[in-house]
C-alpha cells in the first residue's frame, strides 16, 4: 500500500487539505467533480487531480476553457480594455 499512497490520497485528507467535510468530498466525487477510483471501500484520489483542484496544475481542457473566456472577453470589452490600459 505504500505506492498507493505516494500517487493517491483519501477522501479524508483530501477533506482536510481543501478545509470542507468528508461528505462534501464524497458528493463531489459522486457528481464527478472530483475523479476518483475505488479500491474495495476506500477511494483515493490521484494526487494529480489533487494538484488540479488546487489550482497549481492545469489540464488541458482548463487551458482550452481560459483562453476561450480570454477570446471572448477582448472581442466583448476590447474597447473598454483599451481605455483601461491608458489610464
Known amino acids: 500500500m505504500g505506492q498507493i499512497n ?5 477522501i479524508s485528507q483530501l477533506a482536510r487539505i481543501l478545509g470542507i467535510s ?3 468530498v464524497y458528493k463531489k466525487v459522486k457528481n464527478g467533480q472530483i475523479k476518483a477510483i475505488r479500491v474495495g471501500k476506500i477511494c483515493l484520489i490521484p494526487r494529480s487531480a489533487t494538484l488540479n483542484i488546487l489550482g497549481k496544475e492545469l489540464t ?6 481560459i483562453d476561450r473566456a480570454i477570446t471572448k472577453t477582448v472581442k466583448e470589452y476590447g474597447e473598454v480594455l483599451k481605455l483601461l490600459g491608458r489610464e
Open 6 to 10: 505516494s500517487e493517491y490520497i483519501t
Open 22 to 24: 468528508r461528505i462534501a
Open 60 to 65: 488541458e481542457k482548463d487551458k482550452k476553457e
